[in-house]
């Protein structure tokens, strides 16, 4: 199948089902069902916080003009909101001391990989930088609750490890000097890895030999794989396994 870009993301879909890799990023099929109103929650937290980051906009203010953009969504998430805003509040009262030195937000990677036709990309939500030169990438999380991760094997979080390792490889920063946070803005959760180079270069080899393995793989081999999360899939009303159990 066709791969000539890998991501944390998409190495994630063809995990959760081959077949949905395979129409989305193989044969490129659009979706035929409308966004769902999760997705625009999503974007109007990120393009808050950008605002808040970049633009030195207050909270408050743009947490309206984030509403005005991407607030196409119920009830059920407008009073979600104000509990995130205050976690986000608080969060950025607490970052800036003595030690911080700068930042910076929507932090795009592109990284080749020797020897292949593929190359590693995908966007790292922000960085804040400390005079001591370590540095702390972050990731912000909208999911109403913190059931993803098992903060006990946050060290091992592919996502982390994945924009760790492309953080130090486009910055030149030492691994060891860079920490990872999930941040679940409304629950105010922070789980932060701080893993060894060993683990971060582990991790991308893993990453580049499931992309191998993908780049092999015939598209009729890539067969459906039933999981709690079809009933979401954006490709349900034409996968004939799941339209199967429907009847």
Same mark, same amino acid.
């Given at each position: 199948?066709?791969?000539?870009k890998?991501s944390?993301s998409?190495?994630?879909?063809? $995990?959760?089902?081959?077949?949905?890799?395979?129409? *989305?990023?193989? +044969?490129k099929?659009k979706?035929?069902?409308?966004?769902?109103?999760?997705?625009e %929650? =999503?974007?109007?937290?990120?393009?808050?916080?950008?605002?808040?980051?970049k633009?030195?906009?207050?909270?408050e203010?743009?947490?309206i003009?984030?509403?005005?953009k991407? =607030?196409?969504? #119920?009830?059920?998430y407008? /009073?979600?909101?104000?509990?995130?805003?205050?976690?986000?509040?608080?969060?950025?009262?607490?970052?800036?001391?003595?030690e911080?030195?700068?930042?910076?937000?929507?932090? +795009?990677f592109k990284?080749?990989?020797?020897?292949?036709? !593929?190359?590693? @990309? =995908?966007?790292?939500?922000?960085?804040?930088?400390?005079?001591? #030169?370590?540095?702390?990438?972050? #990731?912000?999380?909208?999911s109403?609750?913190? @059931?993803?991760?098992?903060?006990?094997?946050? @060290?091992?979080d592919?996502?982390?490890? &994945? %924009?760790?390792?492309?953080? /130090?490889?486009t910055?030149?920063t030492?691994?060891d000097?860079i920490?990872?946070?999930? !941040?679940?803005l409304? /629950?105010? $959760?922070?789980l932060i890895?701080?893993?060894d180079?060993?683990?971060v270069?582990?991790?991308i080899? +893993?990453?580049?030999? *499931?992309?191998?393995?993908? +780049?092999?793989?015939?598209?009729?081999?890539?067969?459906?794989?039933? @999981?709690?999360f079809?009933?979401w899939?954006? %490709?349900? &009303?034409?996968?004939?396994?799941?339209?199967?159990?429907?009847?």
């Open positions: 199948m066709i791969i000539n890998i944390h998409r190495l994630g879909v063809f $995990d959760q089902c081959p077949f949905q890799y395979r129409l *989305k990023y193989h +044969e099929i979706s035929l069902l409308p966004e769902p109103l999760y997705f %929650y =999503g974007h109007y937290i990120h393009y808050m916080c950008e605002l808040v980051v633009n030195k906009m207050t909270i203010k743009a947490s003009k984030a509403i005005a991407y =607030g196409d969504f #119920d009830k059920t407008i /009073s979600r909101i104000p509990n995130m805003v205050s976690n986000f509040k608080a969060f950025q009262n607490s970052i800036y001391s003595d911080f030195e700068s930042e910076s937000t929507e932090i +795009e990284i080749p990989i020797k020897g292949e036709n !593929f190359y590693f @990309n =995908g966007f790292i939500d922000r960085d804040i930088r400390f005079k001591n #030169d370590n540095v702390l990438i972050l #990731d912000y999380k909208t109403k609750k913190r @059931n993803q991760v098992n903060k006990n094997y946050i @060290n091992q592919p996502q982390l490890l &994945t %924009y760790i390792w492309a953080y /130090s490889e910055t030149g030492p691994i000097a920490s990872g946070m999930l !941040f679940y409304e /629950s105010g $959760d922070k890895a701080r893993p180079s060993r683990s270069s582990m991790h080899h +893993e990453c580049i030999a *499931k992309a191998k393995k993908i +780049e092999k793989m015939e598209p009729e081999q890539a067969k459906a794989n039933l @999981n709690k079809c009933r899939c954006e %490709y349900r &009303t034409i996968c004939p396994t799941f339209i199967a159990t429907q009847k």
